[in-house]
């Protein structure tokens, strides 16, 4: 298959409209968001949701998100919708936040991979919205990355994973965010933080005192272990090169690196110039928002760094630093040193 590479900086419309069209056809389309680049195919047809676990090689049980570009949309997508989600709607809508609601019956089955909920989101990307608005289909999208690998926050992510795969690629904007979109589940007694983002907990809390935060958000499940949400079983974000997790104060995280050989360090820029062996910089200790936006990228480029291991310095878990600090562990494999 050619993959069309669809110019949305220069050529907005008819980006737009040849992405809207193919996806109207049963195609599948990486589009930016600002989160990470999404793998979009039509959330009411099952062979193209079909398509889209084939070109990332995405286990068959794990459910993707559903995508909206209003909030009148909701319906088509959840029935059964509690107060409570049109009040998280209001104050976190349009933006890096997910709901998971009972299923609405329109919804193709694959998207849920069999349950009875849908995750749904309304992104504040002008590209998707306009894509979802022009075509009139809701979209349902995962990370439009190899699964197992870090997400694409740059179109050249992409097309480095998934080219020849899918039908085209919305070539925008590097995603101004950066990790993939809080997920929330508010179909249990209480509602359940499923997957940590850009929405914080503090932030989720003024609408959902009662929020609960799910174990697999910060441990390993064991084998066998009953998963609230699928996406958090799998080994996920993770380069080639073997990756461990270092807690700990710059000082001692500075000797600790510097002691070790044939490897890399994945640093704060204020520990940078300390650093003597290889060493990339994600970002000032104090702004876990750049943390957030530089991860995926750091961790795509750990393998050309031609080391056999290498040491990343874990994020505080404050704020968005626990969607960061859940993603590195997991491109850690949970391994993890505490100095
Ligand atoms: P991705 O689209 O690759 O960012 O992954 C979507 C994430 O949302 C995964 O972690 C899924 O497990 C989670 N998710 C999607 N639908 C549901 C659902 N119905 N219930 C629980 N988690 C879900
Ligand atoms: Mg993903």
Partial sequence: MITQKLDA????????NVASEILKSGGIV??????????????????????????????????LIVHIASIDMLNDI???????????????????????????????????????????????????????????????????????????TTASHVIEDLDGKIDAVVCGNDSSVGVESTVVSLVGEKP????????????????????????????????????????????????????????????????????????????????YYSISVKKISYGSKRNESTLAKNVFAVLRDIDTLGVKEVYIHAPSKDGVGLAVYNRLIRACGFNVVTL
């Fill in 30 to 63: 990486a589009v930016p968001t600002e989160t990470v680049y999404g793998l979009a195919a039509s959330a009411y047809s099952d062979d193209a949701i079909k398509s889209v676990f084939t070109a990332k090689g995405r286990p068959q049980d794990n459910p």
């Fill in 78 to 152: 959840a029935c059964d919708i509690p107060d409570v989600a049109y009040e998280c709607a209001k104050a976190f809508w349009p933006g890096p936040f997910t709901m998971v609601l009972p299923k609405g019956d329109k919804i193709a089955d694959s998207v849920s991979a069999g349950l009875n909920t849908v995750a749904v989101r309304f992104p504040s990307d002008k590209t998707i919205c306009d894509i979802i608005l022009k075509s009139g289909l809701p979209l349902a999208a995962p990370s439009a990355n190899t699964s197992g690998r870090p997400s694409p």
């Fill in 192 to 271: 359940r933080l499923l997957r940590p983002g850009a929405v914080t907990p503090e932030q989720l809390r003024k609408i959902l005192p009662d929020l609960i935060i799910d174990d697999a958000v910060l441990k390993q499940l064991k084998e066998g272990e009953k998963v609230a949400s699928p996406g958090m079983k799998y080994k996920h974000y993770a380069p080639k090169t073997n990756a461990i997790l270092v807690e700990g104060c710059s000082n001692s995280f500075v000797r600790y690196v510097n002691q070790k050989t044939d490897c890399a360090a994945i640093c704060f820029e204020e520990e």
């Fill in 9 to 16: 900086i220069n050529d907005y419309a008819n980006a737009v």
